[in-house]
């Protein structure tokens, strides 16, 4: 592994690869940007307050969602889903949050929670392309739509099919920029960040500066790394063209 692609981890001194429990995975740069790593900090990102713009009927719902009781099924595997270009059926209630079906029932760990409030961004993923907040999108809203996340970045671009567990050969564009680039710190906003920027490449494939920033307003990073975000997403760019 070259030292490049290793990140520090819990404060480590020396960057060296950190052994989570998710086995031989250790936080480097690649396991981080498709979702294979547990990340430095844990659920740091939940002290996000609201911003100025947020919907008191997205947070009532959003707060509902993580405290109330969910309605129960209908039965075991009541509810179909589609993740990754797999077919999964899942035992929830339907208005359980799309981020909870996705992490506790399917084991995707690339979205993340932060705020629960549809404000930071770290749970993040494509619907049909498209960029949603997970964490305040009911399962049953999406039983029709094609989900990707982080994990099935690389297979949606490259037109590639990884074994559930394997990770890609070949990264998306954007996971390789944010490797050479450096950007990921402790990578637990990063999921978000490389899913909105999937979702604005495919719309824009040139896009400034300016257009850039505009995009990615609605993502939060605590370490600051807006600069090198920017940068990967015009290297992606170039790459994709």
Same mark, same amino acid.
């Given at each position: 592994?070259?030292?490049?692609?290793?990140?520090?981890?819990?404060? $480590?001194?020396? /960057?060296?690869?950190?052994?989570?429990? @998710? !086995?031989?995975?250790?936080?480097?740069?690649?396991?981080? %940007? &498709? *979702?294979?790593?547990?990340?430095?900090?844990?659920?740091?990102?939940?002290?996000?307050?609201?911003?100025?713009?947020?919907?008191?009927?997205?947070?009532?719902?959003?707060?509902?969602?993580?405290?109330?009781?969910?309605?129960?099924?209908?039965?075991?595997?009541?509810?179909?889903?589609?993740?990754?270009?797999?077919?999964?059926?899942?035992?929830?209630?339907?208005?359980?949050?799309?981020?909870?079906?996705?992490?506790?029932?399917?084991?995707?760990?690339?979205?993340?929670?932060?705020?629960?409030? $549809?404000?930071? /961004?770290?749970?993040?993923?494509?619907? @049909? !392309?498209?960029?949603?907040?997970?964490?305040?999108?009911? %399962? &049953? *809203?999406?039983?029709?739509?094609?989900?990707?996340?982080?994990?099935?970045?690389?297979?949606?671009?490259?037109?590639?099919?990884?074994?559930?567990?394997?990770?890609?050969?070949?990264?998306?564009?954007?996971?390789?920029?944010?490797?050479?680039?450096?950007?990921?710190?402790?990578?637990?906003?990063?999921?978000?960040?490389?899913?909105?920027?999937?979702?604005?490449?495919?719309?824009?494939?040139?896009?400034?500066?300016?257009?850039?920033?505009?995009?990615?307003?609605?993502?939060?990073?605590?370490?600051?790394?807006?600069?090198?975000?920017?940068?990967?997403?015009?290297?992606?760019?170039?790459?994709?063209?």
């Amino acid at each position: 592994m070259r030292d490049e692609d290793r990140v520090q981890a819990g404060g $480590s001194p020396d /960057g060296e690869t950190r052994i989570t429990d @998710d !086995g031989d995975r250790g936080s480097t740069r690649r396991n981080l %940007v &498709i *979702g294979g790593a547990v990340v430095a900090g844990g659920a740091v990102a939940a002290s996000v307050g609201i911003t100025s713009g947020a919907s008191a009927t997205t947070a009532t719902g959003a707060a509902a969602a993580a405290s109330g009781k969910p309605k129960r099924s209908t039965g075991k595997g009541a509810i179909g889903l589609t993740v990754n270009g797999r077919r999964h059926r899942i035992d929830a209630a339907p208005d359980t949050p799309l981020l909870y079906v996705l992490r506790d029932e399917l084991g995707f760990k690339g979205p993340k929670f932060g705020c629960g409030l $549809s404000q930071c /961004g770290a749970c993040a993923v494509l619907s @049909d !392309g498209k960029q949603i907040r997970s964490c305040v999108t009911p %399962v &049953i *809203g999406v039983t029709k739509k094609h989900i990707t996340t982080l994990e099935g970045l690389a297979d949606s671009y490259h037109g590639t099919k990884t074994a559930p567990g394997e990770q890609p050969e070949k990264l998306h564009p954007l996971q390789q920029a944010w490797i050479d680039e450096q950007v990921p710190q402790c990578g637990y906003c990063q999921n978000g960040m490389l899913i909105e920027a999937a979702d604005l490449l495919s719309k824009t494939p040139d896009p400034s500066e300016d257009q850039i920033i505009k995009a990615m307003d609605g993502h939060l990073c605590r370490c600051g790394t807006y600069n090198g975000i920017v940068r990967a997403i015009k290297r992606a760019a170039k790459e994709m063209h």
